[in-house]
């Protein structure tokens, strides 16, 4: 079955940087796009942006847009997303998730999630 | 970007009965919305795409509806599991953007 694992949780001070992980399988890796959506401590869901692992072109949500990037390593079937600069307001659950593409680009499945942490 | 706006932000409703979420767009986005089901602690899970589509495994009493700005989410029986906050999501324009979220609680 399709399945998204991602990497765990960690505890980062301001200004740190962090990469999470998202192994995939059970698919075509390089058919579908990977989106990252954040969710902070009892709030909603963030879309932040997404990568199309064929050709690796990636959209960015415009307040991301110079503290991300996002990546994919095809030959372990894995996507990355690194955010530099991080604030205490980017503690939150980073959830990865595959994207359908074509006619109806939605998100399914998603990984577990992983907490990130930035407290001084 | 588009706004997604989501009414009511809490939903009480005793099981059995149906429960009407609705999400609305700042601008037309054809029927390009999905709706996920989380719970606390878990990943979002995906319900309805395309405005109406089911997804795989999710019961018939699972149903949405819309087109341009105004979608719904219908859950005609609720069951004891379907208490859960539920996001709509538009995958029409850039960036994708979430409504904020129904909570569908007891009552």
């Known amino acids: 079955q399709v399945q998204l694992v991602q990497s765990g949780g960690e505890v980062k001070k301001p200004g740190a940087s962090v990469k999470v992980s998202c192994k995939t399988s059970?698919?075509?890796?390089?058919?579908?796009?990977i989106s990252w959506v954040r969710q902070a401590p009892g709030k909603g869901l963030e879309w932040m942006g997404w990568?199309?692992?064929?050709?690796?072109?990636?959209r960015y949500k415009g307040s991301f847009e110079d503290r991300v990037t996002m990546t994919v390593d095809r030959s372990t079937a894995t996507a990355y997303m690194e955010l530099t600069n991080l604030r205490l307001d980017d503690t939150a659950v980073y959830f990865c998730a595959r994207v359908q593409t074509g006619t109806n680009e939605f998100l399914d499945p998603w990984g577990q999630g992983t907490l990130i942490t930035v407290s001084s | 970007e588009v706004v997604m706006t989501q009414s009511p932000a809490t939903l009480s409703v005793s099981p059995g009965e149906r429960a009407t979420l609705s999400c609305r767009a700042s601008q037309s986005i054809n029927t390009n919305v999905a709706w996920y089901q989380q719970k606390p602690g878990q990943a979002p899970r995906l319900l309805i795409y395309?405005?109406?589509t089911r997804s795989n495994d999710i019961p018939v009493r699972f149903s949405g509806s819309g087109s341009g700005t105004e979608f719904t989410l219908t859950i005609s029986s609720l069951q004891s599991e379907d208490f859960a906050v539920y996001y709509c999501?538009?995958?029409?324009?850039?960036?994708?953007?979430f409504g904020q979220g129904t909570k569908v609680e007891i009552k």
């Open positions: 999501y538009q995958y029409n324009d850039w960036p994708r953007t």
């Open positions: 059970g698919y075509t890796f390089r058919h579908y796009g």
């Open positions: 990568i199309y692992v064929y050709n690796e072109g990636t």
């Open positions: 395309g405005s109406s």
